[in-house]
């Protein structure tokens, strides 16, 4: 018997010892210390919408907790957590008997400061040791914290599944709200998962889940934090919890927790090389950016859409893959960006990786040089059936319009490829190349003259920007997807510096907007128009080689969005897939629906422009008796080509409408001709009947009018 006493003795020795010693060893370890947070992205409304993480979870203050939440964790968890100092007396003997009853653990005796501390420092391994060590730390807690403080930090620590850690994670998850706005049967099910993430979750256990969900409720009406009424009517919501779940809030769509999964990818690669992965994963970073999830899912939807009607059409196509960005191009910040098709078959980004010819749509960058080198839209290039001189020898590109003469609008509206190849050689390589990267073109281009017709690669992206500098009157402004970095205490890290700089005149930009609405109203571009799209709009069409690459990239004052579409090992589309027929109508659904509300803003012409009436013949200001000279079907070749209806080569449009000798064009003030025309007198005017159109512009209603339209 005394040995037996002795033992015993011994036995609570060792243990009081061993506690004591553990008491100690807590007082240093019972500390509520930060934990690692997920970066949060924002949308261009400040919405949240993407996060980064190791562990997906966001502090918040206990304050911004709903009550029904405390009351539901409570409830389930420790109902006597306000009247005990870390350890619950009452609860370990009934759980100790229930347990000895069933012979075997069904119930624990943990209150909410002994979890906390076992998820704080503990590992979650049964042993002896550990439940001394639980017990130790829960005491010091209480000691040196309120009770707010270690619910509010239960409450941020707790794992609720589905990757979700602390309360707001999950809220925002499964709810799309955050914490501070959950209803009763949301936070009960909340309450419901901490037993057990992975047996209750709502998106693989529904049954379980709403079981577990209805007796929390229950134990809230057993409480007294719900009334009788409120459990019923709490009782009846079916579970709503997300099947796919996202970091988004209440007022995001239900479509747009899906997309911008290639912009958010985007973000990832531009964060992690301006702050590293650490801070991007564990940082608790608040991104904010210029994303538009509408905008993001409208675009997706069109480039989606036009992918499976053509493959639909042509089922060798079925490897066809496009891209398209949209960007505000007086700020820099791009509204929605796709990569692909789908990003889970291939997360390559061909919006802002790939660099492919883009053939015509190259062509407003050496128009522009030429304006800023003293051209306008009215200057007449001549003799372009004359081979041009190069290092391999006589040079004549092809085309389906070509013709001997054309204005610089005329060319750009038809897409000549000699008009763009001649104005090449008379502006320069170098010259091209300037501008270009003023423009916003970084990728390195080819100084040869096929250059004209766009054979050197580019990305989508900075292309698109590229013609944002028109619509934005001549000034460039750095594309970007994020605008500035916090902390996450709301400190600034970073701020978006665009480069925002004035790289051609006021007037080029006007000018090329002008010619290029040319381009939808009555050139490549119509079947913008033929799609419903109704906005003053410039762009330009671009189609590669054997039909491999079809690109549009257009704008209004507002928005300048550009659209791919082509296979990732280069491969015709399609028979004669010509942009205007590919990329076109994708680009029009996208932008009716992008567009929708704004109002129709026109391109204004500035104060340094004036409109001119030149003499079609000599190239001179015109005169009231040119105005009087009008020329017959066999003169009117030079103008402009046009689409067969039906054989699908191209007719003259002679047969639709004569040609007025005068047309009005802009110039940039004082660099107009000054010399009047002399070749048509007043002898001349007497002999000439008088037409009843006077401007080139007059021609242009005449052919929209016929139906027919031009393919690049």
Not at 644 to 665: K, L
């Amino acid at each position: 018997m005394a040995i037996v006493i002795w033992s015993a003795s011994a036995i609570a020795f060792i243990g009081a010892w061993r506690f004591a010693h553990e008491l100690d060893h807590a007082t240093a370890l019972a500390r509520l210390a930060p934990h690692a947070q997920a970066s949060v992205v924002f949308d261009r409304h400040d919405r949240p919408v993407f996060s980064f993480y190791l562990e997906q979870r966001i502090d918040v203050p206990f304050q911004s907790v709903s009550p029904h939440m405390v009351d539901a964790i409570l409830a389930a968890e420790d109902r006597r957590f306000y009247s005990h100092h870390g350890l619950d007396g009452v609860r370990i003997v009934k759980a100790a008997w229930r347990n000895w009853r069933a012979g075997r653990i069904v119930e624990g005796g943990s209150t909410i400061t002994q979890q906390l501390a076992r998820a704080e420092q503990l590992t979650p391994a049964r042993t002896f040791t550990r439940k001394i060590r639980e017990a130790a730390l829960a005491a010091r807690l209480e000691e040196r914290y309120s009770k707010a403080d270690i619910l509010g930090a239960y409450l941020n620590t707790v794992y609720f599944g589905d990757g979700y850690y602390g309360v707001e994670a999950a809220s925002r998850g499964y709810f799309g709200k955050p914490a501070s706005a959950l209803q009763a049967h949301e936070a009960a099910l909340l309450a419901a998962l901490v037993r057990s993430p992975s047996a209750y979750s709502p998106s693989t256990a529904p049954a379980r889940a709403l079981a577990r969900r209805n007796l929390v409720l229950r134990l809230m009406r057993n409480t007294g934090k719900l009334t009788d009424a409120q459990y019923r009517a709490s009782v009846a919501v079916p579970l709503r919890a997300n099947s796919t779940p996202a970091l988004v809030t209440a007022s995001t769509s239900a479509e747009a927790r899906t997309c911008g999964q290639y912009f958010q990818e985007e973000v990832r690669r531009d964060l992690m090389a301006r702050v590293g992965g650490q801070q991007v994963l564990k940082g608790g970073l608040r991104i904010y950016t210029g994303y538009d999830p509408n905008m993001q899912c409208e675009a997706e939807r069109a480039l989606g859409a036009r992918i499976a009607r053509i493959v639909k059409l042509r089922p060798k196509a079925r490897d066809l893959q496009g891209s398209l960005v949209a960007i505000d191009p007086t700020s820099g910040e791009v509204r929605a960006l796709v990569g692909g098709r789908d990003f889970a078959a291939s997360s390559f980004d061909r919006a802002t990786q790939a660099r492919r010819q883009p053939g015509s749509a190259f062509k407003p960058i050496i128009y522009a040089a030429a304006l800023e080198r003293g051209y306008a839209p009215g200057s007449i290039l001549r003799n372009l059936d004359e081979p041009i001189l190069t290092a391999s020898g006589p040079w004549l590109p092809g085309g389906e319009h070509e013709e001997a003469e054309y204005t610089l609008r005329s060319a750009l509206q038809i897409s000549s490829n000699r008009a763009a190849a001649r104005l090449l050689q008379q502006v320069g390589f170098s010259v091209t190349e300037y501008y270009a990267q003023r423009l916003g073109i970084e990728s390195r281009l080819p100084s040869v003259p096929s250059l004209a017709l766009g054979t050197g690669g580019v990305t989508l992206l900075e292309l698109t920007s590229a013609y944002g500098v028109f619509a934005n009157r001549g000034v460039a402004v750095s594309p970007h997807l994020v605008v500035r970095v916090e902390d996450r205490d709301g400190r600034a890290l970073w701020y978006a510096q665009p480069r925002r700089r004035a790289v051609v005149s006021e007037a080029t930009a006007f000018m090329m907007s002008s010619m290029l609405a040319d381009v939808i109203e009555s050139g490549t571009g119509t079947p913008a128009r033929a799609a419903g799209f109704r906005l003053p709009a410039a762009g330009k069409t671009g189609t590669t080689d054997d039909y491999t690459d079809a690109w549009f990239i257009g704008y209004t004052p507002r928005l300048a969005a550009g659209i791919w579409f082509g296979m990732d090992r280069p491969a015709p589309i399609m028979n004669r897939g010509f942009a205007s027929i590919v990329a076109v109508p994708a680009w029009a659904e996208f932008m009716k629906r992008a567009t929708a509300g704004d109002p129709a803003s026109c391109f204004v012409p500035p104060n340094s422009v004036e409109k001119v009436a030149i003499c079609r013949l000599t190239g001179k200001r015109a005169t009231e008796a040119c105005r009087h000279d009008w020329r017959g079907p066999e003169s009117l070749s030079g103008l402009m080509e046009l689409p067969g209806e039906t054989t699908g080569t191209f007719a003259s449009a002679s047969a639709a409408v004569a040609q007025p000798m005068v047309f009005e064009d802009y110039f940039p003030i004082g660099s107009a001709p000054s010399e009047l025309c002399s070749l048509h007198d007043s002898a001349f005017e007497s002999s000439v009947p008088v037409s009843p159109a006077s401007t080139v512009s007059d021609l242009r209603v005449g052919i929209r009018d016929s139906g027919l339209v031009t393919r690049d």
